[in-house]
């Protein structure tokens, strides 16, 4: 079945480590996206792509870096620099139609914490 | 900017009551609008989104939400709820000033009582 799959579903980090979470879709979709929740808080962007080789800061990019080499895969790296990281991942991604209204499909998530 | 408002943060309601979960949200040029479901420690799945035509919107699990571009809002509802709606909602707006890039509300926690 096609989705978005994201791995690990739980991460435990100890403070100053860097973690990376791994985000695969088989949707053949060309963007991709990653979100941070936090209790009450709703979504907050960190990074999207629009196309490989190529992506931008969301609005609390700081203490994250992402890459995307291959259109299926989008990795999100929590850095040490990232003050408070412990939070529920998402990533997602859209068609190119999504691209244009901001449809989005989401994987199950990822949740982090800092010890 | 464009900014999302869930006016209610939990939403108790007994099994088949109805129930409503308002939505409002500012923007001034022309928006598409998305209701999203998340069940526990999972991702969000879309219930029912407006891109255009007629404003009342129907979803799945027997949602629906309209469109009222004259008071900003996306209300969803439901007539009658289940034990099995139980989740938290999020309303999210996107439109062509902000890069179609959707902004989420902080979400509403419907809690169906038996």
């Known amino acids: 079945d096609g989705g978005i799959t994201q791995s690990p579903k739980y991460l435990f980090r100890k403070e100053g480590q860097n973690v990376t979470l791994s985000c695969e879709q088989n949707?053949?979709?060309?963007?991709m996206y990653w979100y941070r929740q936090d209790p009450g808080q709703g979504l907050r962007l960190i990074y999207y792509?629009?196309?490989?080789?190529?992506?931008q800061k969301g609005d609390i990019a700081e203490g994250y870096s992402v890459s995307r080499e291959k259109k299926e895969s989008f990795p999100l790296t929590v850095t040490s620099a990232q003050k408070n990281p412990t939070a529920f991942y998402l990533c997602?991604?859209?068609?190119?139609?999504?691209?244009?209204?901001?449809?989005?499909?989401f994987g199950e998530g990822s949740r982090l914490t800092v010890l | 900017a464009q900014s999302v408002t869930q006016l209610d943060s939990q939403v108790p309601v007994f099994e088949e009551a109805p129930v409503e979960l308002r939505c409002n949200y500012s923007?001034?040029?022309?928006?598409?609008l998305f209701w999203y479901v998340q069940y526990p420690n999972q991702g969000l799945q879309l219930l029912l989104k407006?891109?255009?035509?007629?404003?009342l919107v129907k979803g799945i699990n027997g949602f629906e939400a309209e469109f009222n571009k004259s008071q900003t809002s996306f209300h969803l509802r439901k007539p009658s709820v289940h034990i099995s709606d139980t989740a938290e909602y999020f309303c999210?707006?996107?439109?062509?000033?902000?890069?179609?890039?959707?902004?989420f509300g902080g979400g509403t926690r419907l809690m169906v009582k038996p």
């Open positions: 792509s629009q196309i490989v080789n190529d992506f």
């Open positions: 997602a991604s859209s068609t190119q139609g999504g691209i244009r209204t901001g449809e989005l499909f």
């Open positions: 923007s001034s040029v022309s928006v598409y």
């Open positions: 949707l053949n979709h060309d963007a």
């Open positions: 407006y891109l255009s035509g007629s404003t």
């Open positions: 999210a707006v996107s439109d062509n000033n902000a890069g179609n890039m959707l902004t």
